[in-house]
Nanobody, 114 residues
Framework: QVRPVESGGGLVQPGGSLRLSCAVS????????MGWYRQAPGKQRELVAS???????DYAYGMEGRFTISRDNEQNTVNLQMNSLKPEDTAVYYC????????WGQGTQVTVSS
């Protein structure tokens, strides 16, 4: 069973960077796609980016060029490098399969504010 544990969030100024990490409790080698999602206050959870087992990536509008998703099938981790952060990126970030099939983890809070 996939149990994601997210980490790496924090408070950062606009224009700053953060690297989020997701550790999964089982092998992700056979999972076709993993994704990072986020939920901002008062909004629905949305997909930020996804990566297939072969490394093909896809990004939500406005994320490509600022965010980079990657996965390590041996370490069972999925990472999200976030650069040029904006206040509207403030949200709780979650990782999960894509499409989502597992329960949500605790997520990691990202706050972009001066």
């Amino acid at each position: 069973q996939v149990r994601p544990v997210e980490s790496g969030g924090g408070l950062v100024q606009p224009g700053g960077s953060l690297r989020l990490s997701c550790a999964v409790s089982r092998s992700i080698f056979s999972i076709n796609a993993m994704g990072w999602y986020r939920q901002a206050p008062g909004k629905q959870r949305e997909l930020v980016a996804s990566v297939t087992t072969t490394g093909t990536t896809d990004y939500a509008y406005g994320m490509e060029g600022r965010f980079t998703i990657s996965r390590d099938n041996e370490q069972n981790t999925v990472n999200l490098q976030m650069n040029s952060l904006k206040p509207e990126d403030t949200a709780v970030y979650y990782c999960n399969t894509y499409p989502r099939t597992a329960s949500w983890g605790q997520g990691t809070q990202v706050t972009v504010s001066s």
